[in-house]
């Protein structure tokens, strides 16, 4: 048994076979989710590279998940250290798959998104890493018709996300060539410089990095908020992921100078201005879009941390993600990001069903008909914008003790920007709660929906109260 | 191969990406499309086997079969086309014998925006040559040229069909740069695949304002 061939072929394959069956709707939705769920308990409990007893008896044979698969001369390699990062993966889109059945999804979600689930995981594993970005692309190309479901008109954002990710695309593949060139010629400067200019432009367009998140607003205006999301949620995850990988293989990046403190001041400007805009917005849709691109610029300031720590940038005493186990603190920060996103666009899905659209004009009173969705979208937007006792609040205070102990602009910035979700959150509320004529309270959500919101909300709470109970957690999860 | 080829499949592509901006007509776009990777294909092969170099070729013409088809099965002609073609009130003009090579104000300023790219792409080209010591200076210019149109193209038409001609040539352009560094069987399948899938996913966005869910 080969481990790429269950993590990879496998999801693919079983995408494809129930794609063909988009409409039997409820053998998509069992099969799918099955799949998913059980491609994260194998990587839970199967060890990757070592025997397995099948039974008691030492008569019968073992199994051995084998760690590589080698197609064309170039390696897909899963380890048992990556084991962890497939059950984040396997158990994330089921969880996903599962809130899409609540609502009016696509019929093409539930396929796409366990292929998708299936080509991260094949980006993460390629060797040479570099090839990744191709496969990042076929994910890509497979998000378009999620973003776009049949029957509604295409939207621009769609076509630009499209735009910036194969553009993207190309500069990683070129610049991944370039890095070999590096490699053979560590001291040409110029070459170092025009290897990081590639990269980084590529890393810019790949991660929907300011100025190139311009889509991410305008997708979540008009596509269904809930599929949107997940496009939301997984691209930037892996392409973090990538990230992490480059910089590990390829330390000498971190000495091309400004590098590390771009990361910093790119991730500053995107909290800052994706909550400042925010503000001003009178869609729910783009509020939450908005929201998205401060939760990239929370990723750039992670990783511009973790790399000042690695380097010795900044003292290691003041920088305390540095003091942290990094993948631990990585899905610390993923953990309630997932959730945030998946409440919040799980809670305007049902609140465009009851409203038939996002704009604050038609959303007007829609607390007296969907008032458990809007409970959840303020609490799940709190969270996001750091509020104590809310999920988001542990990761985001050590963040921003970090940024702090750097510069205080930065952390004035940082508290602008999360500043400015609020304010977006509260003039939502107004506009949900300012009562039509004869509008009176009724619970229109379905018993599916009120309990995934209520079972989600109950997690958000209580990981905000006690976050102890999350990290040890995480802590069994990587030991 | 002899340099009159390579020089004219440099040409080919010039003239076949400048057309393709200027042009609205889809069927006429497709089957420049179409002569776009037949050049692609002589100046990839250049730096590749014959054998692995008509994939590309392939690729490229089963991309431009798959958004031939889907637009031929759109009721719905793309709405900037239809407006270009007939507009409002249009004047009384006497019937012209080739009315796809009719230029417009539009037009001109396309092809003036063309020959600036080209000209950049000229300058440009020693330089990278001079970077990548391993590809000839025709493939850099076809390379650089065929980018250049690409963006200029994702720059001047917001339509799905057009978008994905774009990222199609700018893809193009690449691939003739990067087939110079780069012989892996691997990379060459996933470019190809990501072509296919491009085309895929531009017949679905052309289709899918009329599909209905599930189909």
Not at chain 2, 37 to 42: L, P
Request: with cysteine; hydrophobic share 60%.
């Amino acid at each position: 048994m080969n481990a790429p061939l269950i993590w990879i072929v496998f999801p693919i394959l079983v995408a494809g076979v129930i794609y063909t069956l988009r409409n039997s709707t409820r053998l998509v939705k069992v099969v799918g989710i099955s799949v998913c769920l059980f491609l994260a308990l194998f990587a839970w409990q199967i060890p990757i590279g070592s025997a397995i007893p099948l039974g008691g008896l030492r008569a019968l044979p073992t199994l051995q998940l084998s760690e590589s698969l080698t197609v064309f001369g170039r390696q897909f390699i899963l380890t048992d250290a990556g084991r962890p990062v497939l059950v984040i993966i396997y158990l994330g889109t089921a969880l996903w798959l599962i809130g899409s059945t609540v609502i009016d999804a696509s019929r093409l979600f539930i396929p796409l998104g366990l292929a998708i689930a299936a080509l991260l995981t094949a980006a993460i594993s390629v060797q040479p890493f570099l090839y990744a970005a191709l496969l990042i692309q076929m994910a890509v190309l497979l998000c378009v018709p999620i973003l776009s479901p049949p029957g509604s008109p295409v939207p621009r954002g769609v076509l630009r996300f499209l735009v910036f990710e194969t553009l993207g695309m190309i500069l990683m593949v070129f610049a991944g060539w370039l890095i070999n060139r590096v490699e053979i010629n560590p001291n040409d400067q110029q070459l170092i410089l025009r290897t990081a200019i590639m990269l980084g432009l590529g890393f810019l367009m790949t991660m929907s990095i300011f100025p190139f998140s311009a889509w991410i607003p305008m997708v979540a205006e008009v596509a269904q908020p809930y599929t949107a999301a997940f496009v939301f949620f997984t691209l930037p995850e892996v392409a973090t992921l990538f990230a992490f990988n480059l910089f590990g293989s390829s330390s000498w990046i971190l000495t091309v100078p400004g590098m590390i403190n771009s990361f910093l001041v790119v991730g500053l400007v995107m909290i800052f201005g994706g909550g400042f805009l925010a503000i001003f917005q009178d869609n729910l849709g783009r509020i939450f879009g908005y929201a998205v691109i401060t939760e990239i610029g929370l990723f750039l300031v992670t990783i511009g941390q973790v790399l000042s720590g690695a380097q010795g940038a900044i003292a290691s005493d003041t920088n305390l993600i540095a003091q942290l186990p990094l993948a631990e603190f990585f899905f610390a920060l993923l953990l309630p990001r997932g959730l945030n996103l998946a409440i919040w666009a799980l809670a305007l899905a049902i609140i465009q069903s009851v409203a038939k659209d996002l704009n604050f004009s038609a959303v007007r009173g829609a607390a007296f008909r969907a008032p458990v969705a809007v409970i959840s979208l303020c609490l799940a937007s709190f969270s996001l914008a750091g509020f104590p006792l809310l999920a988001g609040y542990p990761v985001r205070a050590v963040l921003g003790i970090g940024i702090a102990a750097q510069s205080a602009v930065y952390a004035a910035l940082t508290l602008v920007g999360y500043f400015g979700i609020i304010v977006a959150t509260l003039r939502s509320i107004a506009i949900l709660v300012s009562r039509k004529e004869e509008e009176t309270w009724r619970i229109s959500e379905s018993r599916a929906q009120l309990f995934l919101l209520g079972v989600g909300g109950l997690v958000l709470v209580f990981t905000g109260l006690f976050p102890q109970f999350f990290l040890s957690g995480l802590n069994t999860l990587f030991p | 191969m002899s340099d009159v080829i390579v020089s004219i499949s440099v040409i080919l592509l010039a003239i076949t990406s400048i057309l393709m901006i200027v042009i609205t007509d889809w069927r006429v776009r497709i089957g420049l499309l179409a002569i776009q990777y037949f050049g692609e294909f002589f100046l990839i092969s250049l730096s590749w086997p014959v054998a692995m170099a008509v994939s590309k070729l392939v690729a490229g013409w089963m991309a431009g079969a798959v958004l031939g088809m889907a637009l031929a099965s759109n009721p719905i002609v793309p709405q900037e086309e239809a407006a270009r073609q007939k507009p409002a009130n249009p004047p009384a003009r006497p019937a012209r014998r080739f009315p796809i090579l009719r230029l417009h104000p539009a037009s001109i300023f396309y092809l003036l925006s063309a020959l600036l790219v080209g000209l950049f792409a000229l300058s440009v080209t020693p330089v990278v040559q001079s970077w990548i010591p391993e590809i000839q200076s025709e493939q850099v210019l076809a390379g650089l040229l065929l980018i250049g149109m690409g963006i200029l193209q994702l720059g001047f038409r917001g339509d799905p069909f057009s978008t994905i001609l774009g990222l199609l040539t700018v893809l193009s352009g690449f691939e003739i740069i990067y087939a110079a560094v780069e012989l892996s069987t691997l990379v060459a399948g996933l470019l190809a695949a990501i072509n296919l899938s491009l085309a895929l996913v531009g017949a679905f966005l052309i289709l899918a304002p009329q599909l209905r869910e599930g189909e």
